[in-house]
């Protein structure tokens, strides 16, 4: 029997058609993250006002799906609710994450729930134009944080994402994941939007 599982996250940028506002939908099953760095227009919207620069609206990094593993209380509560036990903020102390697809050994009628398939979906307005995603899996999450995350890719593409390679962004972000001692798998992508 193939016991390999998996986890997923998949972001769909998109224009919905009755609005015509650009949206972004994120799906997740497992302990992968999605970041994004959104810089919305600047007050006065970016005009001069009376001799002075304009000033900069608020610029934050913000996760846009929920890691599903230990250290997510809400996460935890539900594995525990359904019967599960957490050894080392692992399930049965074997599996990290506590959603996956695949995994059939950790989803047996002795552990129904305890490591679920449910994806958790969010869809919200998308800043086109102004805004940074990083879509990466838990060995960046491990080790690094988002604010320094981003902060690696806003130093490789420059603070308005002018220069094009959103590959050394990615690139640097495994290496100073390396660096701080992850040895997991490690994925990344990096989109300027």
Request: net charge neutral; glycine share 6%; aromatic share 4%.
């Amino acid at each position: 029997m193939d016991t390999s599982g998996a986890c997923l996250l998949a972001v769909l940028l998109y224009v919905d058609p009755s609005t015509d506002t650009p949206q972004k939908i994120v799906l997740n099953i497992g302990d992968c993250r999605a970041i994004i760095r959104e810089a919305p227009e600047s007050v006065e919207s970016g005009k001069k006002a009376k001799g002075k620069a304009a000033i900069p609206a608020a610029v934050k990094t913000a996760a846009l799906s929920e890691d599903h593993c230990a250290a997510n209380i809400k996460e935890r509560m539900r594995a525990l609710r359904s019967g599960a036990y957490i050894q080392n903020n692992r399930i049965a102390g074997v599996l990290e994450p506590f959603r996956t697809i695949g995994d059939i050994d950790m989803k047996g009628p002795d552990m129904k729930n305890w490591v679920i398939p449910t994806p958790e979906i969010r869809q919200s307005e998308l800043l086109v134009g102004r805004s940074m995603l990083v879509i990466a899996t838990d060995g960046v999450w491990s080790v690094l944080n988002n604010n320094r995350t981003m902060a690696l890719v806003l130093k490789e593409l420059g603070a308005n994402g002018a220069r094009p390679s959103a590959e050394s962004a990615a690139q640097a972000i495994v290496k100073e994941a390396r660096e701080f001692g992850s040895s997991d798998d490690i994925t990344v992508i990096v989109v300027s939007v």
